[in-house]
């Protein structure tokens, strides 16, 4: 499946912005979605997981309570709502599939290749 991440910006700390992932090729439907970030000089790390079915999530400690994943099959595109940011959410942002693992076991190991991200940069 080919998926294309989008919605990245410059925004102020405490601003908003929506990222949306969609599958240009392909549907999502039993892919488990993952949103991933990398900051300059930093390891790749999960931001966020949704099942399948969207029915479950799975957030990084440092997100919980500010960002909000959410998939509508029908449109085939994934989302991420990202409230309240922050300066040390800036990083490009990428958005993965996978079947057959569980959110809760994400990581970007799971993963072969990678789109191209989305930057989002947060000032002070």
């Known amino acids: 499946v080919q998926l294309q991440a989008s919605g990245g910006g410059l925004v102020q700390a405490g601003g908003s912005l929506r990222l949306s992932c969609a599958a240009s090729?392909?549907?999502?439907?039993?892919?488990?979605m993952g949103w991933f970030r990398q900051a300059p000089g930093k390891q790749r790390e999960l931001v966020a997981a949704?099942?399948?079915?969207?029915?479950?999530?799975n957030y990084a400690n440092s997100v919980k309570g500010r960002f909000t994943i959410s998939r509508d099959n029908a449109k085939n595109t994934v989302y991420l709502q990202m409230n309240s940011l922050e300066p040390e959410d800036t990083a490009v942002y990428y958005c993965?599939?996978?079947?057959?693992?569980?959110?809760?076991?994400?990581?970007?190991?799971?993963?072969?290749?990678w789109g191209q991200g989305t930057l989002v940069t947060v000032s002070s």
């Open positions: 090729e392909g549907s999502l439907s039993g892919y488990s």
């Open positions: 949704i099942s399948n079915t969207g029915r479950t999530t």
């Open positions: 993965n599939a996978k079947r057959g693992v569980s959110i809760w076991a994400m990581t970007p190991a799971n993963f072969a290749s």
